[in-house]
């Protein structure tokens, strides 16, 4: 019978040692695997993020190189209305109507920018303050016509 025993307990222990070694290495390939998709996540995004950085800096090339041309654009243009500007004699009226309503701003700013030799009109409903921008400095017989053929008092503030 001790025979017996020492033997079961001896198949015991070789089966315990082939259940420990089998968890190690089942562990061992778990880690490995573990790794190796950690890796595989890590290449992935550093690839994702490498592409839109060159997109990034592509984009970014495309805008400077517009805002360059349009820096251009606007220098130009900014030359051209300093040259309009100088060489018109250009003269802000200022006239004092009963213009209050905003439906009745809107007609005579109409009527009055339509006027040949007017730049700009802006009138203040509020108040009643006409700017009219024009060409010329005698217009505004012309502008105070045009203000009370349409039914309102116009007289000239400067």
Known sequence: MKKYTTLLMLLCSSMLCKAQFGKDLLNSVKNKAKATAEQKAVDKTMNVVDTVVQKTEKLMKGKKNKKEKVVADNAVNAENITADITSNNNT????QT???TAADKTKMEKILFELDGINSVTIDADTGITYCN??????SNLIITAIKKNGFNAKLKK
Do not use: G, Q, R
């Open 92 to 95: 802000e009226l200022v006239f």
């Open 134 to 139: 024009t060409n010329a400095a005698d217009m």
């Open 98 to 100: 009963n213009i209050k």
